[in-house]
């Protein structure tokens, strides 16, 4: 038996013995389909870049983010300096390596904050059904007719400028997709008989909610966190370039765009340097997130 | 519902879901007022403080704060607040030393210019792309829609302005730079319409008219791009699902011309979906030219805003988000609503 583990026969047993193996079979599944898919593994090669460098960060830039030599000042892209340097002298490619942190910094913190909210607003929503539903998918829907980048702007207006307002602004208006995400995907189990068995066996709304139904709606708010993190990037480069997001010295791809903007005419590197980093990040998150939504979520490849 | 219906007939039934869609309107409009009322009621600055100074006396700076009327409950200040908009007061901005409403009218038409020449761009290269590409499924022009589709989800707006400006301004010398026209014309032509590709044609002005053209025109490709993407896609994915339809199989084996399928048959159904994704695609750009308008120096409303937001100039904030934000939920609620009236399916 110790032999057969992780074995293909084992991972795709039609009837696990264990819990365990029944998620590391699915597990098994997924990454099969996802292999198959080439601009799948395209995007999880680019993501998977990303962690490696925003974690090496400082081993692998050749030179300091923050310091420079003013007579190095805006030298072109040269073998010493791969992406030239900036007004400071700082080299950029070491600059746009450590932003990788930031930018990975946001994502994950938006993420983090919004993802959790919706899920819990869209179950809460679904499963009651009746008036709260009504209140909650209300609140929601205002939200959702927001127009997102100028309504983060006003919340950074008025938080004040800095990351960690500007995750909270994009968080704000992150949420409302993945409610109404989740609700949907609730709406669907809501009266199944596995719900009505754990209710009957006693167990408390809370629980229901929490052990049953978000569960379920994991996977496809999962997709969904994924295709927005491009959005979030974008979102986030944008606050950043209009000086309200990370401020200087903080090597921030959008406020680094934003600083080249002064030479863009002699000196276009300082500018369109930083923007191939967001560029090809997105489009990591992009092409990752379709891959998956083929593999996880079939039916949603129509609503966008 | 059910009641209404029995009193009134069948007229009340086609128009419970009318008045009901209404509410949901109003209800978002006070929502975005809430959501601007609470962003004004967050900022650390005392707007107290703004008008009095900070070293006005204790009993200066109280009366000035009962005058403001910021002693009353949060409700009736909301009112008051809302009172005001519907009114179309939205304060005085303190760069500009104008009302906000004022400076808005007239920053509101570059935008909406910019905007339109983008959706314009959108619409008629999205829509035909988006059709071929469903009717000749794997195609070059198939693949060419979801790398633009890919494109305009992962390319910042801003930096592709960037870059356009590097290439086709400072290298090729094609467009016009950073404004709405030569500096030495600005302000020659006479405002009529606040759109200045209109107003010197008026004008008959062509050199006013070129020159304001080869501004409009990079900004706007850009701002069409992003439609583009959008528009072709979701064409597409439309089409897609019409032409796996039964009754085009019928039409096929009745040995209708493939013109007349995909352009009679298939096209038809989906123009009122079109016209959802397009209004999307407008509020869309309106949002997106704040952007756009930072980069290319255009004098709209998201300039108006950015350069409020450096400046701490809160009420021109709010009130160029409040318009913004009134637009986007007026041409959203909008082109939802017209797809309700012109959809039967949708009546149901």
């Not at chain 2, 900022?43 to 703004?50: E, G, K």
Request: charged share 15%; with cysteine.
């Amino acid at each position: 038996m110790s032999m057969a583990i992780f074995s293909r026969d084992w991972l795709l047993s039609e009837d696990p013995e264990t819990r365990a193996q029944a998620r590391l079979g699915q597990f098994y599944r997924l990454m099969r389909a996802l292999m198959r898919n080439p601009l799948a593994m395209v995007g999880l090669a680019i993501i998977v870049a990303l962690l490696v460098v925003a974690a090496f960060a400082p081993w692998i830039a050749p030179y300091s983010p923050l310091q420079g030599s003013l007579q190095n000042r805006l030298q072109p892209p040269s073998s010493a300096h791969w992406m030239g340097t900036d007004e400071l002298g700082r080299d950029i490619l070491s600059r746009v390596i450590h932003g990788s942190r930031i930018t990975l910094y946001i994502v994950l913190l938006v993420a983090v904050i919004s993802a959790p909210l919706g899920l819990i607003v869209g179950a809460v929503s679904g499963y009651f059904g009746g008036w709260v539903d009504k209140v909650l998918m209300g609140f929601t829907d205002i939200f959702l007719s927001m127009p997102r980048l100028i309504m983060a702007l006003a919340f950074v207006a008025a938080l004040g400028p800095g990351i960690e307002n500007a995750v909270i602004a994009i968080a704000i208006t992150a949420w409302p997709v993945y409610a109404r995400i989740a609700r949907a995907e609730t709406l669907t189990f809501r009266t199944a008989e596995f719900i009505s068995a754990v209710q009957m066996q006693g167990a408390s709304h809370a629980r229901v909610i929490w052990r049953h139904v978000i569960p379920l709606c994991l996977s496809s708010t999962i997709v969904r966190v994924t295709l927005d993190m491009a959005g979030i990037i974008l979102t986030a480069a944008g606050l950043g370039f209009l000086g309200l997001g990370a401020q200087p010295p903080l090597p921030e791809w959008g406020a680094m765009i934003s600083r080249g903007r002064a030479f863009i005419l002699d000196q276009w590197w300082v500018a369109t340097m930083p923007g191939f980093a967001i560029v090809i990040v997105s489009l990591g998150f992009c092409l990752f997130g379709d891959g998956l939504r083929d593999v996880l979520d079939p039916k949603g490849k129509v609503k966008v | 519902m059910a009641q209404a219906a029995r009193m009134f007939g069948p007229l009340a039934t086609r128009a419970a879901p009318l008045v009901w869609f209404i509410v949901i309107i109003l209800m978002t409009f006070l929502g975005l007022l809430a959501i601007t009322f609470v962003i004004g009621r967050v900022v650390p600055i005392d707007p107290v403080l703004a008008v009095v100074g900070d070293r006005a006396p204790r009993a200066t700076y109280e009366a000035a704060r009962l005058a403001m009327g910021l002693d009353d409950p949060l409700v009736v200040q909301f009112f008051r607040y809302v009172g005001d908009v519907v009114q179309g007061n939205l304060g005085r901005s303190v760069s500009t030393g104008r009302p906000v409403a004022e400076d808005l009218a007239r920053v509101f038409p570059a935008t909406l210019e910019m905007a339109t020449l983008g959706i314009i761009i959108g619409v008629t290269i999205g829509v035909p792309m988006g059709v071929i590409a469903a009717a000749r499924q794997g195609s070059w022009i198939d693949q060419i829609i979801r790398v633009l589709a890919l494109a305009g989800y992962a390319i910042p707006a801003f930096w592709l302005g960037l870059v356009g400006l590097v290439i086709f301004y400072a290298h090729f010398r094609l467009v016009g730079g950073p404004g709405r026209i030569n500096i030495f014309m600005d302000g020659m032509v006479p405002v009529r319409t606040g759109l200045l590709l209109v107003d010197s044609l008026i004008a008959g002005d062509m050199r006013a008219f070129r020159s304001a053209f080869s501004h409009i025109i990079l900004p706007g490709t850009i701002l069409g791009f992003f439609s583009l993407a959008y528009i072709a896609r979701m064409t597409r994915s439309f089409m897609l699902e019409q032409l796996g339809q039964e009754y085009i199989t019928t039409a096929r084996v009745k040995g209708a011309p493939e013109r007349v399928i995909i352009w009679r048959h298939a096209f038809r159904p989906i123009r009122v979906q079109l016209i959802t994704v397009i209004g999307l695609s407008y509020a869309g750009l309106l949002e997106g030219s704040v952007m756009i308008e930072t980069v290319f120096s255009w004098p709209g409303i998201g300039n108006y805003l950015t350069t409020a937001l450096l400046n701490a100039d809160m009420n021109a904030v709010l009130g160029a988000t409040l318009v913004i934000g009134a637009v986007f939920i007026t041409i959203n609620k909008g082109s939802d609503l017209l797809y309700r009236l012109l959809d039967p399916r949708a009546r149901a």
